[in-house]
């Protein structure tokens, strides 16, 4: 359950849970990561993190470059949630089972798949959203989402079973959103047909 919601929130921004995942790591005895991915606790990598988080929070409340960004990110969110799946203290209990041994890959494509999901979701209510409220919207929805990303990855290390609640009331409201979305442009369509 914390990969699941720690990669939720790598759909959302991508450098957020890595973020959390190496400071807790280096800083707490929180998260225990897997040797092999020592490196993300090491100073340099989290000082780039943070940066590239300062351009992604930036980026992504500008109305017009905050879609220009989703389409860059689409590689980004999935390869962030593959490997903060895969970091987790869960995959590494995961691991040691001979089966989880012998599939390591299995994490990762986990990971990936959920962040996919939730990023192909951002990304397409976010032109809604622009569209709607003449980019007025992008920067509040924005920060939501990065709140959002911050205290799934929060929730998901430390209350995962509260992660995994939260994940699935972001699923509802993302479809509900979705589905208002097609509605409206349903009925637009009709209106100006008519």
């Given at each position: 359950?914390?990969?699941?919601?720690?990669?939720?929130?790598?759909?959302?921004?991508?450098?957020?849970?890595?973020?959390?995942?190496?400071?807790?790591?280096?800083?707490?005895?929180?998260?225990?990561?897997?040797?092999?991915?020592?490196?993300?606790?090491?100073?340099?990598?989290?000082?780039?993190?943070?940066?590239?988080?300062?351009?992604?929070?930036?980026?992504?409340?500008?109305?017009?470059?905050?879609?220009?960004?989703?389409?860059?990110?689409?590689?980004?969110?999935?390869?962030?949630?593959?490997?903060?799946?895969?970091?987790?203290?869960?995959?590494?209990?995961?691991?040691?089972?001979?089966?989880?041994?012998?599939?390591?890959?299995?994490?990762?494509?986990?990971?990936?798949?959920?962040?996919?999901?939730?990023?192909?979701?951002?990304?397409?209510?976010?032109?809604?959203?622009?569209?709607?409220?003449?980019?007025?919207?992008?920067?509040?929805?924005?920060?939501?989402?990065?709140?959002v990303s911050l205290g799934m990855s929060?929730?998901?290390?430390?209350?995962?079973?509260?992660?995994?609640?939260?994940?699935?009331?972001?699923?509802?409201?993302?479809?509900?959103?979705?589905?208002?979305?097609?509605?409206?442009?349903?009925?637009?369509?009709?209106?100006?047909?008519?």
């Open positions: 359950m914390t990969g699941l919601g720690l990669s939720a929130a790598a759909g959302l921004n991508a450098y957020i849970p890595l973020l959390v995942v190496g400071v807790l790591d280096r800083l707490t005895d929180t998260v225990t990561l897997p040797a092999e991915f020592g490196w993300l606790t090491n100073g340099w990598v989290l000082a780039l993190l943070a940066v590239l988080l300062a351009a992604e929070v930036v980026l992504d409340k500008i109305p017009a470059v905050d879609s220009v960004n989703d389409m860059v990110q689409t590689l980004v969110r999935p390869a962030s949630g593959g490997a903060v799946f895969a970091a987790t203290d869960a995959a590494g209990r995961l691991e040691s089972s001979s089966f989880f041994q012998q599939h390591a890959w299995i994490g990762w494509v986990a990971g990936v798949v959920v962040a996919l999901l939730v990023h192909l979701g951002k990304a397409s209510v976010r032109p809604a959203v622009n569209a709607g409220t003449l980019g007025a919207g992008a920067p509040v929805v924005s920060t939501v989402e990065d709140g929060v929730l998901a290390i430390l209350a995962p079973v509260v992660a995994l609640i939260a994940l699935l009331m972001f699923a509802y409201v993302a479809l509900r959103l979705v589905r208002y979305a097609h509605r409206r442009r349903r009925r637009r369509r009709r209106n100006a047909a008519a």
